[in-house]
């Protein structure tokens, strides 16, 4: 039998060489580090998918923000300085009642829309406005739709909620909003949403969290400029000042920048946007398709100049000097620098603003504004007193005034006195002549019990002795705690006349008559009436003449209609003469208005170089007229003044030939209509006497 042999092998070991100590303190921190850069780059990825969606949501709510601004701006009826809606608590900025401002130096920027309550969303073609129960119309009537509408207002503003600023929505509704109304309205009041009140069935929207008050900036514009009004955005200004200077305003940027913290990373997005209003009635065109409408607009503190709102530019001022203009609103006469014009707010108290345009004047008087004491003895340099009283007026110089830094105030209480008198008075100063007229004007406030006050000017002839008086009425009895300016007219000076000297003059004293008058920004000139304050210090000063002037692009002088909405020109006290509201010449002949007159009329005037023609018509009441002019080759020029016509019946004929590329507005040839004018609107068409009367009603509203 065969046998398998068995063959024997060696023990055989394998022998695997590790890791040393050594190598492994080496290689572990390799490993370490490969780690955590694996599990860091995990990290920074997953770190910037959130940063990036974070960003993207952040971007999509400013976006967002911007669209529902742009859908509110386009659907409101106007932009506000601040709410028109009073405020019911808890409705106001700090959650109780108080309002909102577009500008706030502590809360920042706001946007606030005037705007109306509607029945269903307000970009819905089938939403109807929600109208005041019987106003006048009752709910019912077919009528109802002429009723008032109900006016909200939506406001877009920044801040802090638990801990978090964001930019916020709130619709803000009358205090009767749930009952005085015809239909159900689609707005409903907000509030803050850390609020609960019956009165707010909606909470606020947050729109954009992230955004700080600097970080929400709203610019307003009048189209298709790219200057912004920066009044409009001053914190500093007063509400009256900041809503002057939207009026003529339809278009605003609104920027937007938010910011967070993601995944340990800073990111901000940012966006704007440029809104146009469209349905704003007071800062539209005038009606009738005008070819020019020069508005006034504020462009600064009471600064500014007309702006054509047809062709979007702003008409030419030229200016050498400074001037002033007096708000009587707030009692402040305001600095003007050389090239732009004084704008205020208009005057009668309607909407928009009101510009002056006046000749060349010189301010006589030293220390005009009462602001120097030398010797410190309460009568200010360069004013005298004199009294024939047995008592001594007390004098003194408080802070404050119309304008400069103080006022002189004068007062006495009679205890043994018969008929006197107490004179503060100016020395007499050279520069007048023979057959000059001076005015004197003065700033007063106070009051006199039993005293008369009155203004007196004194013509001085070579020896300084002998002079020609010239005494106003007793304003006493019109002196309040209101600053209000008191003017005194001379005749022609008389033969020798070589100076000039004024007073305020306190008289008929008597024993227990009592006075204390306060006086600011006295002026001395030469003319037939008061014009805006000059101010003066160790010399006289000259206000240079205003020259504004527009271009006649489209203007028509066979065919056209000028339109101008001002006040009373300051010729108005003097029956000699006129003052100019245009003027627009050519090689042989012009066209031209005029107003003023005791009875405020107005004319419109032409010559083709043969002669001279006018039509004149107007009436004896003070204030604001519209005031229109229309000429078209074949008919007879015709004057408006406030709707009623003239009666010339001459035949216009073309004014001339070669006429100028630019017209003058608030002269004519030298003769300055030194008055508030709004509006002045020319037309390339002969308007009809019915169309004549919606432009007047236009602009006497003040749109």
Not at 105 to 117: C, K, Q, R, S, V
Not at 522 to 529: D, I, M, N, S, V
Not at 567 to 584: E, H, I, L
Not at 650 to 676: E, K, L, Q, R
Request: with cysteine.
């Amino acid at each position: 039998m065969y046998k398998k042999k068995l063959i024997k092998y060696p023990n055989t070991v394998v022998k695997r060489r590790g890791f040393t100590l050594v190598e492994m303190v080496i290689i572990a921190p390799i490993v370490i580090i490969v780690l955590g850069g694996f599990i860091l780059a995990i990290i920074n990825m997953v770190g910037a998918v959130i940063a990036s969606r974070g960003s993207n949501a952040l971007a999509f709510n400013v976006q967002q923000a911007l669209s529902q601004i742009d859908q509110d701006v386009a659907a409101s009826s106007g932009y506000l300085a601040v709410n028109n809606v009073a405020i019911r608590s808890p409705q106001g900025f700090d959650n109780q009642s108080a309002n909102f401002k577009n500008a706030d130096a502590t809360n920042g920027a706001m946007l606030i829309l005037n705007t109306y309550a509607t029945t269903s969303n307000p970009i819905s073609s089938t939403r109807n406005y929600v109208y005041a129960i019987d106003k006048p119309y009752a709910c019912a009537s077919t009528l109802v739709n002429q009723n008032t509408k109900i006016t909200i207002n939506i406001i877009y503003f920044v801040k802090n909620v638990n801990g978090v600023s964001s930019l916020w929505r709130r619709t803000v509704a009358p205090s009767d909003y749930a009952s005085a109304k015809c239909g159900v309205p689609w707005q409903k009041p907000s509030c803050s949403p850390i609020i609960t009140d019956a009165f707010c069935t909606a909470k606020d929207e947050e729109l954009v969290d992230g955004v700080q008050p600097s970080g929400f900036n709203v610019s307003y514009f009048v189209s298709g400029s790219t200057t912004a009004n920066v009044l409009a955005s001053d914190a500093t200004q007063t509400d009256t000042m900041r809503q002057a200077a939207m009026d003529p305003t339809n278009t605003v940027n609104v920027q937007i920048t938010a910011g967070a913290t993601m995944a340990g990373r800073d990111i901000s997005r940012a966006g704007s946007i440029r809104s146009i209003n469209l349905n704003s009635t007071y800062k539209n065109q005038a009606p009738q398709s005008p070819v020019a409408d020069w508005l006034a607009t504020p462009q600064g503190d009471h600064v500014g100049n007309f702006y054509d709102l047809v062709t979007h530019n702003w008409a030419t001022v030229s200016r050498v000097t400074p001037s002033t203009i007096y708000d009587p609103a707030t009692q402040k006469i305001y600095d003007v620098p050389a090239n732009y014009l004084g704008v205020r707010p208009r005057s009668d108290g309607k909407t928009g603003n009101e510009a002056v345009i006046e000749e060349a004047r010189t301010n006589y008087l030293l220390n005009s504004s009462y602001s120097a004491d030398t010797d410190s003895d309460g009568t200010s340099d360069n004013w005298y007193n004199w009294k024939n009283t047995i008592g001594t007026p007390t004098f003194s110089r408080p802070a404050g005034g119309v304008y400069g830094s103080n006022y002189q105030r004068e007062a006495y209480t009679a205890t043994s006195d018969a008929g006197t008198a107490s004179y503060l008075y100016t020395p007499q100063y050279p520069g007048f002549a023979p057959g000059d007229t001076a005015t004197e004007s003065v700033y007063l406030k106070g009051f006199a019990s039993g005293v008369s006050v009155t203004l007196e000017i004194r013509a001085y002839q070579v020896d300084g002795s002998t002079f020609t008086g010239y005494y106003g009425p007793d304003v006493g009895p019109q002196l309040n705690n209101t600053w209000q300016r008191f003017s005194l007219t001379s005749t022609a000076f008389p033969a020798g006349t070589v100076s000039a000297w004024i007073a305020v003059v306190a008289g008929n004293i008597s024993t227990g008559d009592s006075y204390d008058i306060s006086m600011s920004a006295a002026q001395l000139e030469k003319g037939p009436f008061a014009t805006s304050y000059i101010p003066t210090t160790t010399s006289s000063a000259t206000r240079a003449a205003d020259s504004v002037t527009v271009p006649t692009t489209n203007w028509n002088v066979s065919t056209g209609t000028m339109a101008i909405e001002a006040g009373d020109s300051s010729y108005r006290a003097n029956p000699a003469a006129y003052g100019g509201t245009w003027q627009w010449s050519g090689a042989t002949g012009y066209l031209t208005g005029y107003s003023g007159y005791s009875s405020s009329q107005y004319m419109t005037t032409w010559t083709n170089g043969v002669g001279t023609k006018f039509d004149a018509v107007g009436n004896s009441n003070p204030g604001y007229h519209a005031r229109l002019g229309r000429w078209s080759v074949g008919s007879t020029v015709r004057s408006f003044f406030d709707g009623v016509p003239g009666t010339m019946t001459d035949n216009y004929s073309v004014a001339g030939t070669g006429m100028n590329a630019t017209a003058i507005i608030g002269s004519s040839f030298g003769n300055y209509f030194c008055g508030p004018i709004q509006r002045i609107t020319n037309y390339s068409s002969a308007l009809t006497d019915p169309n004549i009367s919606i432009v007047t009603s236009a602009l006497q509203t003040g749109t």
